[in-house]
């Protein structure tokens, strides 16, 4: 089993930053890709970002982010975090982390572990 515990939401203005991390415990954290995902009220669940566990660790954003958003790891802490820059009200979700051994899987959203989400506001 994968424990994820996402923190780091709040409510910004737009044009704003935040940073959100999920800390893993658990199994190895770093035989795990790990992903970002959101869900606004109403809307379905979508990709945000995701990366791999290997070495040289490889990324991968939607277009809607790819830019602002930065996924990173520090294996050592078992955390990874989505640095988010110049955010737009439409960011606003509830930011969920999740993991799965293969970042393919990842990317689709067939995650097998999942956090509780955070909230993340943006006002105009």
């Known amino acids: 089993q994968v424990q994820l515990v996402e923190s780091g939401g709040g409510l910004v203005q737009a044009g704003g930053s935040l940073r959100l991390s999920c800390v893993a415990s658990?199994?190895?954290?770093?035989?795990?890709?790990m992903g970002w995902f959101r869900q606004a009220p109403g809307k379905e669940r979508e990709f945000v970002a995701a990366?791999?566990?290997?070495?040289?660790?490889?990324?991968y954003y939607s277009d809607s982010v790819k830019g602002r958003f930065t996924i990173s790891r520090d294996n050592a802490k078992n955390t990874v975090y989505l640095q988010m820059n110049s955010l737009k009200p439409e960011d606003a979700a509830v930011y969920y982390c999740?993991?799965?051994?293969?970042?393919?899987?990842?990317?689709?959203?067939?995650?097998?572990?999942w956090g509780q989400g955070t909230q993340v506001t943006v006002s105009s």
């Open positions: 999740a993991a799965h051994q293969v970042v393919e899987a990842v990317v689709a959203g067939t995650c097998r572990y």
């Open positions: 990366i791999s566990w290997s070495v040289g660790s490889s990324t």
């Open positions: 658990g199994r190895t954290f770093s035989q795990y890709a």
